[in-house]
């Protein structure tokens, strides 16, 4: 059998009978003795000057162990990964519930009394509320400009594809903040032990980052600095360059005491990030035959206060408005602005989503205009191995795709009969996603280590957090494909920088082409050492010893994979560590850190939504996603993901919107934040398109993110076929179809 073939397997995640017993405790569930209380002072205005504060006076509140401002902190007061934003607001705060102080106490109400006793004194500023008013520039939320990052990419005769091109097609195109909304919010825990080094406990998504960061802040050597970031209770990108473990850190440092901080469900939709909202404008040319010319992207993103990832969200966002097709002239244009709108960061499709909807949205109406079948209109401009792509790399990779474009046109929605009645219209839609693998463009190495254990189990050891993804599980079983050992041998260690190597953060779907690819290259080089000591200690030439089947085979006999390391390590551990350094693209973009990409998933979704036509409400009906992923390791979770993604984005294209009112957000947990619930979820049906990447660990891709990236433009295509009328901004709610009928029966 091939390897193609072993591989798929539906494995059950390693840590499924932990969680579902609720053995595992998260870090929320954790408490030590003496454990104080944390607690964040914030803001109260979206943006002030910070005139006086009496850290003396509170830390007179009977209870109260250590008092914090920006003033405490003896190193680099900065995180993320551009270092734009402070940990604490020293001069200015820039947005509502920024954080000023923190306070260790021995109950929330000695700290929230010694809140009180701080005297805030803070003197409101003018608000930028929103692109518009960031790129007018009347009023600045940073000295230097509300411009955080521009960006632009020309290819080709612009000129030339605009004046001949049969059609032109202008449009703009709106997306919303969106929240994060995981079950668990920031929750963590910190401790000096007795050695004096500080450890750390926190939901984060990248251990090796957070430690840093503490290190900056504390002035101390990383080395005095442990960072644990499993259990995490789902993140999508939210928790992902906190200031949230240095909190912990800083007020275990001056209190000499455990701390703990739990936000509640309001303060984390106050202070944690979310999605960026969007302005998309695309201008693109066509012929009648329904060949692409040209396309002008310009994309404005609301980044918020601070940066944080939004420099990469937006290369991502403007690769993604030109899609994977074929254009002879390109000019894309990308604006990250500044607003006093809390912050914008990494959310699940980064970037990709409001991307897609633009692109996918124009090529929807394209294709009804010039009457030709959408999926046979994608398959005519789609982009071939060695073509130019958008951003003037090679393209590569594009035959699983269009392996799914051909697949989709067998879906069951698309023959499928229309119900309707003088209340109800059926409408279907169709959407292509894209989404980039990895960074591209800035790819660290990624470290990893293996242990065999005489006694029959061998440890795996990276850093990538497995907050809900299954990483554990894949790359477990990666491990034992190619070691040829069972995954019941395999234990993984994971997100602990005491015990694994810095393998880099868990995001952009990268987890399975990073740390897998370099697990599967750090098993060969296991082999090959053992391999080499074995010889040794055979006394046999090195070509006389061959591994297979988890087992070394020699002239004098074989020995599996563990009696070899007990032979040749008198009964220790044997353990490498390995850096693996991934493919990036030969054609950079100056100061794009994530695009383009080396690599590339994609998703074909077909859907079927009925509208109401007195209310205008919407509900999905069914889902088709067909999808290239390469080669899939772990069918059900595979599957799991995709759907997963997809009610995600069922939220973003209907029901989320995190709304703000002069900087102050008003909708900040579950009662007043609508998600969809499980009787708004249509029936999802995957397919996954046979496709087999070369530079993937078993030919295997991400598949985090994609089943988001294409729901909100399939269902605004769908809402087209029903009705007839085109939407340009999300949520696609009620209200919006409805006014929109109105205007058509006028």
């Given at each position: 059998m091939t390897e193609q073939e072993l591989i798929p397997k539906n494995v059950p995640r390693l840590d499924s009978y932990e969680k579902v017993t609720g053995r595992l405790k998260f870090f929320g569930d954790v408490y030590l003795n003496g454990m104080l209380t944390g607690y964040v002072v914030r803001s109260p205005f979206p943006h002030c000057s910070i005139n006086s504060i009496n850290v003396e006076k509170a830390l007179r509140v009977q209870g109260v162990r250590a008092v914090l401002t920006s003033k405490e902190i003896?190193?680099?007061?900065?995180?993320?990964?551009?270092?734009?934003?402070?940990?604490?607001a020293d001069k200015k705060a820039k947005y509502y519930g920024e954080a000023i102080a923190l306070i260790a106490a021995e109950s929330i109400e000695s700290a929230k009394k010694a809140e009180e006793e701080l005297d805030l004194k803070c003197s409101p500023l003018p608000v930028v509320e929103n692109i518009e008013q960031s790129v007018e520039?009347?009023?600045?939320?940073?000295?230097?400009?509300?411009?955080?990052?521009?960006?632009?990419?020309?290819?080709?005769?612009?000129?030339?594809?605009?004046?001949?091109?049969?059609?032109?097609?202008?449009?703009?195109?709106r997306t919303q903040f969106q929240k994060h909304m995981y079950l668990e919010p920031e929750s963590g825990y910190a401790y000096i032990d007795d050695h004096g080094r500080i450890n750390v406990f926190s939901n984060g998504q990248n251990p090796h980052a957070d430690r840093k960061i503490i290190a900056r802040a504390l002035k101390i050597p990383e080395e005095n600095v442990r960072v644990v970031s499993y259990p995490t209770g789902g993140s999508f990108g939210g928790k992902e360059e906190s200031p949230f473990p240095a909190f912990l850190a800083l007020l275990a440092f001056y209190s000499h005491s455990?701390?703990?901080?739990?936000?509640?469900?309001?303060?984390?939709?106050?202070?944690?990030?979310?999605?960026?909202?969007?302005?998309?404008?695309?201008?693109?040319?066509?012929?009648?035959?329904?060949?692409?010319?040209?396309?002008?992207?310009?994309?404005?993103l609301d980044t918020g206060a601070y940066m944080i990832w939004g420099p990469n969200v937006l290369g991502t966002a403007m690769e993604v408005s030109n899609g994977p097709y074929r254009f002879y002239a390109?000019?894309?244009?990308?604006?990250?602005?500044?607003?006093?709108?809390?912050?914008?960061?990494?959310?699940?499709?980064?970037?990709?989503?409001?991307?897609?909807?633009?692109?996918?949205?124009?090529?929807?109406?394209?294709?009804?205009?010039?009457?030709?079948?959408?999926?046979?209109?994608?398959?005519?401009?789609?982009?071939?191995?060695?073509?130019?792509?958008?951003?003037?790399?090679?393209?590569?990779?594009?035959?699983?795709v269009r392996k799914a474009?051909?697949?989709?046109?067998?879906?069951?929605?698309?023959?499928?009969?229309?119900?309707?009645?003088?209340?109800?219209?059926?409408?279907?839609?169709?959407?292509?996603g894209m989404k980039g693998i990895a960074y591209g463009s800035d790819e660290p190495p990624v470290n990893v280590a293996l242990e065999v254990d005489p006694k029959g189990f061998v440890k795996v050891y990276f850093s990538n957090v497995d907050y809900g993804q299954g990483i554990i599980t894949g790359n477990a079983q990666l491990v034992s494909m190619k070691l040829g050992i069972p995954v019941e041998t395999i234990k993984v260690y994971n997100a602990d920088t005491d015990l694994s190597p810095d393998s880099g953060s868990s995001n952009a779907s990268r987890s399975t082409v990073t740390s897998g690819m370099a697990l599967v290259k750090a098993c060969e080089k296991l082999v090959g050492d053992i391999a080499v000591k074995l010889s040794e200690a055979l006394g046999i030439p090195l070509q006389k010893v061959d591994y297979a089947g988890g087992k070394f085979i020699t002239p004098e006999g074989s020995l599996s994979l563990f009696q070899a390391v007990n032979k040749i390590n008198e009964g220790?551990?044997?353990?490498?560590?390995?850096?693996?350094?991934?493919?990036?693209?030969?054609?950079?973009?100056?100061?794009?850190?994530?695009?383009?990409?080396?690599?590339?998933?994609?998703?074909?979704?077909?859907?079927?939504?009925?509208?109401?036509?007195?209310?205008?409400?919407?509900?999905?009906?069914?889902?088709e996603h067909f999808v290239d992923a390469g080669n899939i390791i772990n069918p059900v979770i595979a599957e799991s993901q995709v759907e997963g993604a997809a009610i995600q984005g069922l939220g973003l294209a209907l029901y989320e919107e995190l709304k703000y009112s002069k900087g102050i957000p008003l909708n900040t947990n579950y009662t007043t934040y609508i998600v969809p619930s499980s009787k708004?979820?249509?029936?999802?049906?995957?397919?996954?398109?046979?496709?087999?990447?070369?530079?993937?660990?078993?030919?295997?891709?991400?598949?985090?993110?994609?089943?988001?990236?294409?729901?909100?433009?399939?269902?605004?295509?769908?809402?087209?076929?029903?009705?007839?009328?085109?939407?340009?901004e999300l949520p696609l709610t009620a209200e919006k179809i409805a006014k929109a009928m109105e205007i058509l029966k006028k």
């Open positions: 003896p190193g680099i007061n900065r995180y993320g990964p551009y270092d734009d934003a402070p940990i604490l520039g009347k009023v600045l939320v940073h000295e230097n400009g509300n411009i955080g990052v521009h960006f632009h990419v020309t290819r080709g005769d612009l000129d030339y594809y605009e004046k001949n091109s049969d059609f032109v097609f202008e449009r703009t195109y455990p701390v703990r901080i739990m936000y509640s469900r309001e303060e984390s939709g106050i202070a944690g990030v979310h999605r960026h909202a969007s302005k998309i404008e695309l201008k693109t040319g066509v012929m009648k035959d329904g060949t692409f010319t040209f396309n002008i992207s310009r994309v404005y390109v000019d894309a244009e990308g604006f990250l602005v500044y607003t006093n709108n809390g912050v914008s960061s990494a959310f699940r499709g980064f970037g990709a989503p409001q991307g897609s909807f633009a692109m996918e949205s124009l090529i929807d109406e394209i294709s009804r205009e010039l009457g030709i079948d959408p999926i046979d209109f994608r398959l005519k401009n789609l982009l071939k191995d060695g073509d130019t792509a958008p951003f003037g790399n090679k393209a590569r990779g594009l035959e699983g474009l051909v697949m989709s046109k067998g879906s069951r929605i698309l023959r499928s009969a229309k119900t309707e009645n003088e209340f109800y219209k059926e409408g279907i839609g169709v959407a292509l220790k551990s044997f353990r490498i560590e390995f850096t693996y350094n991934p493919p990036e693209v030969e054609k950079k973009i100056e100061g794009m850190k994530e695009a383009p990409r080396f690599f590339y998933t994609y998703d074909v979704l077909i859907t079927k939504v009925d509208v109401d036509t007195l209310t205008g409400r919407i509900r999905v009906k069914e889902m708004d979820i249509p029936e999802i049906r995957t397919y996954f398109a046979e496709s087999y990447e070369d530079l993937g660990p078993f030919g295997a891709k991400g598949v985090g993110e994609i089943g988001l990236v294409p729901v909100a433009p399939a269902i605004a295509s769908a809402i087209r076929d029903a009705l007839g009328i085109s939407i340009y």
